[in-house]
């Protein structure tokens, strides 16, 4: 089945030391995102490529970092996580980012700051 | 700015029928979405609206009246399974998605 794929489910990481959390989709969309959502509240777009071209969103911390290195891969690096960075990573693709094309979500990554 | 309103939180029993409703105010309009997100999961698509009117998908409907700048969730026949927050994000003239914090639907038998 064609899937977005996150690596690891759960993260802990030491106030400070850098952090690289991992997607993969298999659905060979043009578009990755990057969000970062903390409990009940909406989802924060971090970032997103379409395609090779990358995207930062205004008030996204320098702290974060992405690469896409081929179609199937992205990834996020924390360079200095702080306690306030602990939270649910989501990676989701899209065919477009236009109209009616669905985000396509995996499971996250469940970042914990110690 | 933009801005999404959803109800923080809802109940419904079992078997009966909810709606959840979902106000925006938005830099332009390109569609409507809704999603379903399961406690410490990733959210998962339910609906995608951009004409007005209904949509059913079998126990789910989602309505959309873009003069009023308003959307609802339509679940029929809940099951316990339906417990879960349920997303509305609105796609922006930019093709931004914006998103909602979410309901949050506690289902009791």
């Known amino acids: 089945d064609a899937m977005v794929i996150q690596n690891p489910r759960y993260q802990v990481t030491q106030f400070g030391k850098p952090v690289t959390l991992s997607c993969s989709q298999t659905?060979?969309?043009?578009?990755m995102y990057w969000y970062q959502q903390k409990s009940s509240q909406a989802p924060k777009l971090l970032f997103h490529?379409?395609?090779?071209?990358?995207?930062n969103e205004a008030d996204t911390p320098d702290n974060f970092q992405s690469r896409r290195p081929n179609t199937s891969f992205c990834f996020l690096d924390i360079r200095s996580p702080g306690l306030g960075d602990a939270a649910m990573y989501l990676c989701a693709t899209s065919r477009d980012n236009r109209g009616a094309d669905t985000q396509y979500f995996g499971p996250g990554t469940r970042l914990t700051v110690l | 700015g933009q801005n999404i309103d959803q109800p923080t939180e809802m109940t419904a029993t079992e078997g009966a029928i909810v709606q959840i409703n979902c106000t925006y105010q938005t830099s332009g309009f390109n569609g409507l979405f809704w999603y379903q997100q399961h406690a410490g999961e990733a959210p998962t698509f339910l609906s995608y609206n951009v004409l007005d009117g209904l949509e059913e998908k079998g126990r789910f409907s989602s309505f959309l009246s873009r003069s009023k700048g308003y959307s609802y969730l339509l679940l029929k026949e809940l099951q316990m399974k339906d417990s879960a927050s349920y997303l509305c994000?609105?796609?922006?003239?930019?093709?931004?998605?914006?998103w909602g914090a979410g309901t949050k639907l506690i289902i009791k038998p």
């Open positions: 490529y379409y395609d090779k071209d990358f995207n």
């Open positions: 994000a609105v796609r922006d003239s930019n093709y931004q998605l914006i």
């Open positions: 659905l060979n969309h043009n578009v």
